[in-house]
C-alpha cells in the first residue's frame, strides 16, 4: 500500500512541480493587487491537480516507450510496473474531475480558462501527435505554456479582468521558463550550429525576463522589499551550504543547474507564500 501511494505520488514530480506551481499561481494573484480570498485556494488547488494530470498523462502515454529504456526514464511509475494503466486512467478522471468542480467555484472565466488548459494538457501529451519532439513542448514541471495558464489563472481567481501588472507576470512566468527549457536542449548533446540557436534563443528569453521582472518589482513594486529580501535570504539558505560543502571538498564552487534551479523556485514559493499568509494572520489577530 505504501509503495503503491509514493508512486501515486511520484505521477506529481512533487519535488520539482510544487514549487513551480505555488509560484506562478500566487505571482499571478499577487500581480492583481487585490486582497486574497478563498477563490485564490480553489484555483491554486485546481492548479495542483492540472500538474498531478499533467504528469500522469504523460507517464500513461510514454510508458510503452519507457520500459525500452529504463534507464533514462526511472521516474515514470507506469512503466516500471508500480501503477498499472487501469489505476492511472481513474487517477486522471478523478483528478480532472475535481480540477474541474474547483476551476468552476472560482468563477465562469476561471472554468473556462481551466478547461482550455485541460485541453492544452492532453494535446501535449498526445503521443500519437508527436509534439513531445519538440524540445520546448516536452512534458517538464518548467513548462512555459502550462505555467502560464496557471499565471493566468492566479490571476482570474481574484479579479476577472486583467490588468497591465497581470500581463507582465504571465509574460515573466513566460519568458524565464522558456530560458530553461532552452539551458535544458543546450545541455544535451547538440551541434554548435543549434547550441549557437539555443543560446541566442536563451540570452533573449532571459534578457525579456529580466526586463519584465524590473517592470514588476521595482516601477511597478509588485511585491513589499522584505518579501523580495526574504527570497534572497532563503535562496542563501539554501545554496551557500552547497557552495561551502563543494569547497570542503576541494571542488569548484559552480552548483548544478538543477540544484539551483529547484532552490530559486522553492525560495519564491515559500516568499509568495508568506506574501499572501502574513496579511491573513494579521487580520486574524486584529479581530
Known sequence: ?????????????????????????????????????????????????????????????????????QDKQPQNPVAT???????????????????????????IKTLITGVVLLIVVFILNWRKLGLQKRFYLKTSPYHFLVNSFMCLLGSLSLNPVLNQVSLLAIGFVLFILLYASFIDQARQVVSKKTLRILNIGAVISLTLAILLAIAMFIFVALLPYWIVGLFMLLLAIMIVPQIIERRREKLKPNLDYDVFRIAVFRAAAIAMMVHFLVPLVFHLFSQ
Open 1 to 69: 500500500m505504501n509503495a503503491k501511494l509514493k508512486a501515486l505520488l511520484q505521477l506529481e514530480r512533487l519535488k520539482h512541480s510544487l514549487p513551480v506551481t505555488i509560484f506562478v499561481s500566487l505571482l499571478g494573484a499577487a500581480a492583481t493587487q487585490s486582497n486574497p480570498s478563498l477563490l485564490l485556494l480553489f484555483v491554486l488547488l485546481a492548479n495542483l491537480c492540472v500538474s498531478w494530470l499533467y504528469f500522469t498523462l504523460r507517464d500513461l502515454q510514454f510508458a510503452p516507450l519507457d520500459v525500452s529504456k
Open 81 to 107: 510496473g508500480l501503477i498499472s494503466p487501469k489505476t492511472a486512467n481513474i487517477l486522471l478522471l478523478l483528478v480532472g474531475i475535481i480540477a474541474i468542480v474547483l476551476y468552476a467555484l472560482a468563477g
